[in-house]
């Protein structure tokens, strides 16, 4: 009886108790703030990697082909020398389902060019891409076209237009530490940057 009084009284490994109460609050505090750490840097890896995807997407070949392509002095009848009209080209959007490219203009908008794709080129953008985020993957990259009013019908030296090139960043998944272990995952913030159209053949940049 006496020792069960003792025991009961006893304050020995109190502290010890009282560590294992704070221990899973102080890693949680710890394991946050790497977290937060961490969250933060990847989403300046990821707009990082959208200016580097633009930079390189506008001094290479365009991923619409068909875009690039096209004449618009001879198929479209718009006067050689003369800027191309918004009403002839707005915009065009480009994807890829991991394999291949795919180009789309939006509902409405003219699309006489056709919407052939480039695959090897958008390949090439998210290759570049990825040395700024290595897990970007291509489905998680959009490239729009949009009219800027700069470039020329009937232009001799490349593409008769010079469209405003927009990277987009999608979907890309962050892991933290504390959601590792039951497999959680939180999405970075999407991203963009754009950047006007230089050469847009790729004669270097290739």
Do not use: H
């Not at 933060?40 to 690039?68: C, H, I, Y």
């Not at 469209?163 to 995952?185: D, E």
């Amino acid at each position: 009886m006496i020792k069960l009084i003792r025991a009961l009284i006893c304050d020995e490994n109190a502290s010890a108790g009282e560590f294992a109460l704070v221990l899973p609050l102080a890693m949680l505090f710890f394991f946050g703030i790497i977290d937060s750490g961490r969250y933060l840097w990847e989403v300046n890896q990821a707009e990082k990697a959208t200016q580097k995807g633009a930079r390189f997407a506008v001094a290479t070949d365009m991923v619409p082909s068909g875009l690039a392509d096209y004449s618009f002095a001879i198929s479209s009848a718009i006067p050689q020398g003369t800027v191309v009209p918004k009403t002839a080209f707005s915009r065009i959007t480009c994807t890829s389902d991991g394999t291949t490219a795919t180009c789309a203009c939006p509902s409405g908008a003219p699309c006489a060019f056709g919407t052939a794709a480039n695959t090897a080129s958008f390949n090439r953008i998210v290759t570049r891409m990825q040395t700024m985020l290595g897990r970007i993957t291509r489905q998680n990259v959009v490239i729009d076209y949009t009219w800027s009013g700069l470039g020329f019908s009937g232009d001799p030296n490349g593409p008769d237009v010079s469209p405003m090139v927009t990277i987009r960043l999608n979907n890309v998944q962050f892991n933290p530490i504390l959601t590792t272990a039951f497999g959680g995952t939180v999405k970075l913030p999407g991203a963009s940057y754009s950047l006007t159209a230089e050469d847009s053949l790729g004669q270097v940049s290739n």
